[in-house]
């Protein structure tokens, strides 16, 4: 995630330290700032559900915006916001991903930077990739979702996944495998 612009044209501070203000009043019981913390995270909270959730990210969503409602007050460190939400919405994510028998295809443009598993130019691939993760068990999806969209390390996408780094690790390794031989360029 990228760092908020000030007006110069610098960057001013990350993005999760903007919120931390809101998130404090949020959590003390300001209506107000926790309607714009929803506003806030909503686009990120989308960006995650939608390659790992695929029919049913709509609910995903919906899904970890309540979790993040309903928990926002027991956080403890308002910094540790957006790593707390990112482990919140793709729990979910996964949730209602799992109960979900038909899957359909992935927005385009929110799997555009899986393009680093194959060398093919990014407009011609959206639908590939789209037809590619839908084919690809929801622990597959979640896992490059974590490493390639969220470029997180292994241990912290083990952490958010709730499973062993050598889990992470061996489940990369198949997604990215499996993804390479349905890929159909």
Do not use: N
Not at 100 to 120: I, M, N, Y
Request: hydrophobic share 45%.
């Amino acid at each position: 995630m990228s760092a908020v612009m000030d007006g110069s044209g610098g960057e001013a501070q990350p993005p999760w330290d903007a919120v931390a203000g809101l998130v404090r009043a949020a959590r003390a019981g300001d209506a107000l700032a926790m309607d714009e913390v929803l506003s806030v995270v909503t686009p990120y909270v989308t960006r995650l559900c939608r390659p790992i959730a695929l029919t049913d990210s709509e609910d995903a969503v919906q899904e970890a915006l309540t979790a993040v409602f309903v928990g926002m007050r027991g956080l403890r460190d308002p910094q540790a916001f957006y790593g707390w939400v990112r482990t919140v919405t793709v729990r979910e994510a996964v949730r209602v991903a799992r109960r979900t028998a038909v899957e359909r295809a992935v927005d385009p443009g929110e799997v555009a930077r899986l393009s680093g598993l194959v060398s093919v130019g990014e407009g011609e691939l959206s639908a590939q990739v789209r037809d590619v993760l839908a084919r690809m068990p929801v622990h597959h999806r979640a896992v490059l979702v974590l490493r390639e969209l969220e470029e997180l390390d292994e241990r912290t996408a083990a952490e958010i996944l709730d499973v062993a780094p050598g889990t992470v690790k061996s489940r990369l390794h198949r997604a990215r495998s499996a993804f390479r031989k349905a890929w159909q360029p």
